[in-house]
């Protein structure tokens, strides 16, 4: 069916129950008329005939499939025949009531221009015929008696014109409302069977409203439709999905309907399967839960999957760093022995000079396994709250001479902070720092140190005028071993991310070849 045929049918409705009413009514006249008069059977059999061939006729308007203009003006045209037709055998002036019931049909099914049309039209013949059969007319018959029916029939034609208009532009929007609901319902419906995850959506009474065939697969359940569990309750549910080896009180999305808590990628471990899942409660209009939403997977296979490459990873890394610290230790090593081989051969004594070189060799060797060590700890260190400022002014006495040794210019702005450190991770932080500084100026620079508090976090900014990282290298800065320094070792930043990380804060860095670097760490305000 389409849409108009939908949204006119209730009228199509009062058009088949008025014609009926109007038969009825013509019968029972053209009865009772027999009643009184003689008349012979072929004309009683014709007109009989005629009553059948509107009950016919009125039932067919009832049929969707004709609505054509004509074929309601063919129906009026036999309705206003038969009200004729009756005045002229029966005389009965009563019957020009009965002209209301076409014009009740015409003002449903035609505009107003019609219906006046045709109200007026009525009203004229109306007073023709009262003229040309004046002798039937009742004695106190006059020409306003007929004025005053037209007036009537005009009226009551526009108020069921304009009453039908109304009903039918309700009918046709609940109609589209309706059918718009019945699309997103449909859409709906379709979009949660379709969704790759599990959802299930249960209302105050812990009952299913919907869920998908993919919670079905989920659980087991085979040879059953979503629809078979709707107004189930969750727990018949539950009870397949767990095995019944759970405590159904502890379900997340009970939680979620009863006290309102939402729950994001909230994982939970049922019957050696890790669930992650997302629980969430529906609020109406007023802001009460009406209803709870869970949309949950199996991530099991996944986590298996990321364990393994996490545990490669490790061994990958372990791997790099062994090289890179065997690697890094044979070069003073092979110094070392050469030395001693060459004083074995000799017999000479050591000088001075060379036991030095030996000595900052081993030295260079204890610093590789000492930043080797700090990246492995996971010691938590204790934090107490520490004017920064003072913590930073200790270490800017060895930083100036080691500047100055340099030929670069230390320029610091440190207001004083109290935050919660550890103080001697936070030198060591600033050492690792201002010392890449001044080895990045090999030609002398400035060197910029700033401490100061911005809306609730403490940001700490070393900046120095050297040469710059490269965006290659910028991109891998942290990664073990890493480092475009001659003799480093390239654990030092990797030192101080982790006792960054230690402390909750972020650290950033900034550069560009040939203009110099930034390194901005930013402290959370924290001070107990």
């Given at each position: ?375 492995s700890k996971k010691t938590d260190a204790k934090q ?12 800017i006495i060895l930083i100036e001479k080691e500047a ?51 809306e609730n976090k403490v940001i700490l900014e070393v ?66």
């Amino acid at each position: 069916m389409n849409n108009i045929y939908k949204g006119e049918t209730s009228l199509n409705n009062y058009i088949f129950i008025v014609q009926i009413l109007f038969s009825l009514i013509v019968m029972v006249i053209f009865f009772k008329y027999l009643g009184i008069q003689i008349y012979n059977i072929c004309h009683a059999f014709i007109v009989s005939l005629f009553f059948v061939l509107l009950l016919v006729t009125s039932y067919s308007s009832f049929n969707p499939e004709r609505k054509s203009f004509f074929y309601y003006f063919f129906i009026l045209f036999l309705d206003f025949f038969c009200i004729i037709f009756l005045f002229l055998n029966t005389g009965y002036f009563e019957l020009r009531l009965l002209y209301l019931i076409p014009l009740i049909i015409s003002a449903i099914k035609f505009n107003f221009k019609i219906n006046i049309a045709l109200s007026v039209s009525v009203g004229i013949i109306n007073l023709i015929m009262d003229v040309l059969f004046i002798e039937k007319m009742p004695l106190d018959y006059t020409i306003e008696t007929d004025l005053m029916f037209i007036t009537m029939y005009v009226l009551i034609s526009l108020l069921v014109g304009y009453f039908v208009k109304i009903e039918r532009d309700i009918s046709k929007n609940l109609f589209e409302i309706k059918e718009h609901l019945k699309k997103q319902s449909s859409l709906l419906e379709k979009l949660i069977n379709e969704f790759p995850l599990c959802i299930v959506v249960i209302d105050k009474d812990e009952r299913i409203v919907h869920i998908n065939q993919v919670a079905l697969d989920f659980a087991g359940i085979q040879g059953r439709s979503p629809k078979e569990f709707i107004g189930l309750y969750c727990k018949d549910y539950t009870d397949i999905l767990f095995n019944n080896n759970y405590n159904y009180q502890d379900l997340l999305i009970l939680d979620a309907l009863h006290n309102g808590k939402s729950y994001f990628k909230e994982r939970t471990i049922r019957n050696n399967m890790i669930i992650e899942g997302i629980y969430q409660p529906i609020y109406d209009a007023e802001d009460n839960i009406t209803y709870a939403m869970g949309i949950f997977y199996d991530i099991t296979s996944e986590e298996v999957f990321n364990e393994k490459l996490r545990n490669l990873d490790r061994m990958n890394l372990v791997g790099q760093m062994g090289a890179s610290i065997a690697h890094e230790i044979k070069n003073p090593l092979t110094t070392i022995k050469g030395f001693l081989q060459l004083a074995e051969k000799t017999g000479e004594k050591l000088s001075e000079a060379k036991l030095r070189l030996l000595i900052s060799e081993i030295d260079r060797c204890n610093a590789i396994i000492s930043d080797f060590l700090s990246i492995s700890k996971k010691t938590d260190a204790k934090q107490v709250v520490c004017n920064l400022k003072e913590v930073l002014e200790q270490q800017i006495i060895l930083i100036e001479k080691e500047a100055m040794l340099a030929n670069v210019q230390l320029h610091a702005e440190i207001d004083d902070i109290f935050l919660k450190v550890n103080a001697n991770e936070i030198k060591q932080l600033f050492l690792n720092l201002t010392h890449n500084a001044i080895e990045a100026m090999p030609n002398g620079g400035n060197l910029y140190v700033r401490l100061k508090e911005l809306e609730n976090k403490v940001i700490l900014e070393v900046e120095d005028e050297g040469k710059g990282i490269p965006e290659a290298i910028l991109r891998k800065i942290g990664t073990p071993f890493l480092t475009t320094k001659k003799h480093g070792t390239g654990l030092g930043i990797s030192v101080c991310q982790q006792i960054v990380e230690k402390h909750g804060a972020e650290m950033k860095f900034t550069s560009k070849v040939g203009s110099g670097t930034k390194v901005t760490v930013i402290f959370p305000k924290k001070i107990l």
